[in-house]
């Protein structure tokens, strides 16, 4: 997890890179070009935040967000919230909110999809005892009849349609 915040950090004009849960507890960070110790108090600061904008959100039916920026005179806070983390940026004057979308998007997307990988396999239990295959795409001949199969021949075969 932490190899996949590095890569984010690694950008240009991102000083801070830290993923936390709902409630605000760091799970992981790495740095940029910043060498502060902050993680625990951003931790809560954005997830209060977070909060804040979800409670103000609800009464209008809308759907919480998933991402926001805060603009500040030394640079600027962005967050990424997934269904069971958050990732939280913090970029250099600079950097414009738009510079790490992508990238956070795909880092995220790397986390969540590690995250089920590991719900799906218990640790020290075979991931082949009692699972099924799914059928195949293309089915085979060894589970039914084909569709090919129940086709009558063409009683016209070998003439051009123009006959």
Not at 57 to 63: C, F, I, Q, S, T
Not at 93 to 108: F, G, K, Q
């Amino acid at each position: 997890m932490i190899a996949f915040l590095e890569s984010l950090s690694r950008l240009p004009g991102v000083e801070f890179v830290l993923l936390i849960s709902h409630d605000g507890v760091p799970i992981a960070h790495a740095r940029g070009c910043s060498e502060s110790a902050y993680e625990e108090s951003l931790a809560a600061l954005t997830s209060q935040w977070l909060n804040d904008l979800r409670q103000h959100v609800a009464p209008l039916g809308w759907h919480p967000p998933e991402r926001a920026f805060l603009r500040g005179a030394r640079g600027t806070l962005v967050l990424r919230s997934s269904e069971s983390a958050c990732l939280v940026v913090v970029l250099g004057r600079e950097a414009a909110p738009e510079d790490v979308r992508l990238s956070m998007d795909s880092v995220l997307a790397r986390i969540e999809r590690a995250r089920h990988g590991r719900s799906q396999v218990a640790p020290g239990s075979s991931a082949s005892a009692g699972a099924t295959e799914p059928p195949p795409a293309i089915p085979s001949g060894h589970d039914g009849v084909l569709a090919e199969e129940s086709l009558q021949p063409d009683p016209h075969h070998g003439h051009s349609p123009s006959n």
